[in-house]
């Protein structure tokens, strides 16, 4: 009797296996279950909260900040999703408004023509500006000229007497556009940058196949005053380029806007192109930026050496 009466004490007492295990997925069981009901009890805390704070009057102060918050979350949400969603929209259209500047400085693109079909011969490739020469190193549609001047890697600190045209660092690499089929071109486009009088104006000059004739000049950035700098837009301005020659028979750079407007029977007349009334500062600025980029520091190893390419 003791014994079987022991047995079954010990039989109760022993702490058995399968219990154990049957029992721990029912404490997590009932501990999830809490979380989620606790979770529940949370979000409908909040939710009446919330409720009970919509139900105030209107002129409750914290139902005017639950109002104003919400109004800003939305708006918000709002702006940032637009800006998510209209970010390859932008990239497209960017592109696009490069692809006519340049075609339209090249003198490519007919009133009313289409850009794309314009820009089919257009091929853009990466200079080096200190070799000359055209380079791998980068992908065209990856190159990003103004990050690249930001970049001490990529860049070059200019000294006061080099930097005429103002820009403090040049990129050591630039984007240039050659238009012609094979690897004969016709025309070429290059960028170039400077300082104005209030801005740095930011555009592209084109030069025909003897790359000493100017085919155009054409600004797509810049912040002068409209009717005084800002005439840089100014088509009429803009046509006065095109024909002009932007080396002398040395080899120099010797465009120039000058003062005024050009006496057509003077001996530089062929380097000159009319100053802008009232905007001698801005005018400076355009003859300055021209002559860096035409120059030794910007574009004039490449161009000597396409010059040499033409000629042997
Ligand atoms: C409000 C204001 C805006 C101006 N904007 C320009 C400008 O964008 N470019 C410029 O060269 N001169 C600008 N000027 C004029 C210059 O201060 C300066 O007088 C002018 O460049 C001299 O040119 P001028 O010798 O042809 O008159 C501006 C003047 C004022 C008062």
């Not at 006519?100 to 007919?110: M, Y």
């Amino acid at each position: 009797m003791t014994q079987a009466g022991d047995n079954n004490m010990s039989k109760q007492n022993e702490p058995s296996a399968k219990p154990q295990t049957a029992t721990q997925p029912v404490v997590m069981q009932v501990s999830r279950a809490g979380e989620q009901s606790s979770n529940q009890d949370l979000a409908g805390g909040v939710k009446g909260k919330l409720r009970r704070i919509m139900l105030r009057p209107n002129d409750s102060t914290a139902k005017t900040l639950l109002v104003t918050f919400m109004l800003c979350l939305g708006c918000s949400l709002l702006v940032s999703a637009a800006a998510v969603l209209l970010r390859p929209t932008q990239a497209a259209n960017a592109m696009l408004d490069r692809q006519r500047n340049i075609v339209q400085v090249a003198g490519l693109l007919e009133e009313g023509g289409d850009v794309q079909s314009a820009f089919k011969n257009v091929k853009s490739r990466i200079v080096n500006l200190d070799t000359g020469e055209f380079t791998d190193e980068f992908n065209g549609s990856d190159f990003d000229q103004t990050l690249a001047a930001r970049d001490p890697a990529l860049s070059t600190a200019l000294s006061k007497d080099e930097d005429i045209a103002g820009i403090g660092r040049r990129s050591r690499f630039a984007e240039v556009y050659l238009i012609g089929s094979g690897d004969n071109f016709d025309k070429i486009v290059l960028p170039v940058h400077g300082l104005g009088l209030w801005s740095t104006l930011y555009g592209f000059v084109s030069l025909q196949s003897d790359l000493t004739t100017i085919a155009g000049l054409k600004f797509y950035q810049h912040a002068e005053t409209p009717g005084l700098g800002g005439e840089v837009d100014n088509p009429v301005w803009q046509g006065k380029w095109s024909g002009k020659l932007a080396f002398d028979a040395a080899g120099d750079v010797a465009i120039e806007v000058v003062k005024g407007v050009v006496d057509p029977a003077g001996a530089r007349a062929a380097w000159q192109v009319d100053g802008l009334a009232g905007a001698t500062l801005t005018s400076r600025g355009v003859s300055n930026l021209l002559q860096f980029w035409l120059d030794d520091q910007g574009f004039g190893t490449f161009i000597e050496n396409l010059k040499q390419r033409e000629a042997s």
